[in-house]
């Protein structure tokens, strides 16, 4: 059965860390770019990150740029999402989704398997 997982969410201060994974059972990830979304209240998803499977290329949306990291290991089979620096406003239900290879850009329709999310709050 194919699968993904988010874990790692959790309630942290303003200023504080969190690590997300992004797991994957039922097939490799290594042919997949991952992309982190999120989901707030009353919201829109958005894109947050993608890393590409070909080349490992990385990109971040502007309002994570300097405070997130995304990286993979494919020997884990797990994409994670390491945000520092945490402020109110990230506060959300986070997802990982796979696409073919490289980062798409963040349009939800260009990816294919979504995990069913992890909550990240923000607040002291």
């Known amino acids: 059965q194919v699968q993904l997982v988010e874990s790692g969410g959790g309630l942290v201060q303003p200023g504080g860390s969190l690590r997300l994974s992004c797991a994957a059972s039922g097939f490799t990830l290594d042919a997949y770019a991952i992309g982190w979304f999120r989901q707030a209240p009353g919201k829109e998803r958005e894109g947050v990150s993608c890393i590409s499977s070909s080349d490992g290329s990385t990109s971040y949306a502007d309002s994570v740029k300097g405070r997130f990291t995304i990286s993979r290991d494919n020997a884990r089979n797990t994409v994670y999402l390491r945000m520092g620096s945490l402020k109110p406003e990230d506060t959300a239900v986070y997802y990982c989704?796979?696409?073919?290879?490289?980062?798409?850009?963040?349009?939800?329709?260009?990816?294919?398997?979504w995990g069913q999310g992890t909550q990240v709050t923000v607040s002291s």
């Open positions: 989704a796979t696409a073919y290879r490289r980062c798409p850009g963040y349009k939800t329709y260009d990816y294919g398997y």
